[in-house]
């Protein structure tokens, strides 16, 4: 068990729809990061908040939004679904920003795996 | 543009046999880190080892090991009496250091069976 929590485990919903995924992240760790997992794309990365505040910007479609709460859980949120949009939706966390030496570990939580139909 | 190779797709070794997973690398930054990452068929991502491209010996956590060879830009992973659960995808991953955030570039994967 890593110590980073998504919910929910599994996702099944019809094109159009939004939905929500939901991430806390290990007791102390300040960043998290969201990764996307698809059969054609591989795994891709999203986006990351450090301490509230949006850090780095992957890959991540217009109709995709996150935010980090006080709390620093983070939520990714995704409109208008399609059905590429198909995959398994990872969040990580790390103590620090992850870009300095000595580097921070991202630990994984258990990914949601979202169905489009 | 930073790139992760892994020109293995799937592999099998014998149980209590030594295996080697290539992963080589692509970047012009000095700075950087490199992971691996074991995905079991449940799903969940799970840390393994990890580099440093300032790290002057190889990394090793367990029957994990690292052999970096900086030059040839390869971190090939190096997992040691092989045991039925270590069937899975292994993945490595690279970080860009000083480069505004923390985010990992993937390779594709190498799907590693264990053979009874």
């Known amino acids: 068990d890593s110590g ?10 019809a094109t159009g729809q939004r939905v929500t995924l939901r991430c806390s992240p290990r007791s102390g760790d300040l960043s998290v990061y969201w990764y996307q997992q698809s059969l054609d794309q591989g795994l891709q990365f999203l ?12 890959n991540i479609l217009e109709r995709f939004s996150a935010q980090q709460f006080p709390d620093l859980h983070s939520e990714l949120n995704l409109s208008s679904l399609e059905l590429g949009d198909s995959a398994l939706y990872f969040c990580a966390s790390s103590v620090e920003e992850g870009d300095r030496f000595p580097t921070d570990t991202q630990y994984f939580g258990p990914g949601t795996r979202l169905t489009v139909l | ?13 014998q149980e209590k046999e030594a295996v080697t997973l290539d992963c080589t690398y692509d970047t012009s930054d000095p700075s950087y880190g490199l992971f691996w990452y074991k995905q079991p068929s449940s799903g969940e991502m799970i840390f393994l080892i990890y580099q440093g491209s300032y790290d002057q ?19 090939n992973l190096v997992i040691s009496a092989s045991q039925l659960g270590d069937s899975a995808m292994y993945f490595c991953a690279l970080c ?18 264990v053979k009874p």
């Open chain 2, 96 to 113: 860009r250091i000083y480069n505004q955030g923390g985010k990992l570039i993937f390779g594709q994967g190498t799907e590693l069976s």
């Open chain 1, 47 to 58: 986006i990351q908040y450090y301490n509230g505040e949006e850090r780095a910007k992957g």
């Open chain 2, 57 to 75: 010996q190889n990394a090793t956590e367990g029957r994990y090991s690292l052999n970096f060879q900086k030059a040839r830009k390869s971190a």
């Open chain 1, 4 to 13: 980073v929590t998504q919910t929910p485990k599994h996702l099944i919903t």
């Open chain 2, 1 to 13: 543009a930073q790139k992760i190779t892994q020109t293995q797709p799937g592999m099998f070794v």
